[in-house]
């Protein structure tokens, strides 16, 4: 089951910031948050992970708070090919030894970027 | 140019048929998976392989056979089909396991199986 928590769907206009949150209330010390998303008809796309920091790349930034329970993904300008299903995952890096590295994709959040 | 890719693209097949779908990622990297997503949308991992070597096995039933010829290839092997196969199956690769390196997961297109 995903570890995971996201609104189901959520709407932005396009060219203001989408902010879309994830709570893992339940993360543990060595697992990553990642970032995937999945426009219709395609496969998921990696955006962004980080552990403890703040993490920013030319697609989003990622939020985490200080006690890591939640955190949100950040599009700072919505266009309209942005809208997708987002999956916040959050796995163990480097551990193959059993499932813990599976990435397991919830339900996500569908944005829609509007006009 | 494209990364990870899967063939065929659609595949629409009687029930009881044995059919193959074939990845193959030009990333040079050292492990593969497959996952199915099914009509409500959740996407799940089947396996995974890191160097041809089976790694991860998701209680899947064994009418699934992956079969890797070589680190650059994935491919599934389903005998048997039946109707609840229908689903979106993706291929993805990563660039290893317990190497330190960053094992983001790269997605090929999916393949549409259909089975009537």
């Known amino acids: 089951d995903a570890k995971t928590t996201q609104p189901t769907s959520m709407d932005c206009a396009e060219g203001r910031a989408a902010n879309l949150p994830c709570n893992h209330s339940?993360?543990?010390?060595?697992?990553?948050v990642y970032w995937y998303r999945q426009i219709h008809s395609q496969g998921p796309q990696y955006i962004i992970h980080?552990?403890?920091n703040n993490e920013t790349n030319e697609m989003a930034s990622l939020i985490i708070t200080e006690d890591r329970k939640s955190s949100t993904l950040i599009l700072p300008h919505a266009t309209l090919r942005d809208t997708a299903v987002y999956y916040c995952?959050?796995?163990?890096?480097?551990?193959?030894?059993?499932?813990?590295?599976?990435?397991?994709f919830g339900k996500g959040t569908k944005l829609s970027v509007k006009p | 140019d494209t990364a990870v890719s899967q063939t065929p693209k659609y595949l629409v097949t009687q029930m009881g048929n044995d059919k193959s779908i074939k990845c193959e990622q030009n990333?040079?990297?050292?492990?593969m998976y497959w996952y199915k997503q099914d009509s409500k949308k959740f996407l799940k991992i089947m396996f995974s392989?890191?160097?041809?070597?089976?790694?991860i096995n998701e209680t899947v039933p064994n009418r699934f056979s992956p079969k890797s010829p070589d680190k650059a290839h994935l491919n599934l092997h389903i005998n048997s089909l039946e109707l609840g196969d229908s689903a979106v199956y993706f291929c993805?690769?990563?660039?290893?396991?317990?190497?330190?390196?960053?094992?983001?997961?790269?997605f090929g297109p999916g393949t549409r199986l259909l089975v009537l």
């Open positions: 993805a690769s990563s660039q290893g396991w317990a190497s330190g390196i960053q094992e983001t997961q790269y």
């Open positions: 339940t993360i543990s010390g060595n697992e990553y």
């Open positions: 980080g552990l403890k």
């Open positions: 995952i959050v796995r163990v890096e480097g551990n193959y030894g059993g499932s813990q590295g599976n990435l397991i």
């Open positions: 990333l040079g990297h050292d492990t």
């Open positions: 392989y890191n160097n041809k070597e089976l790694i």
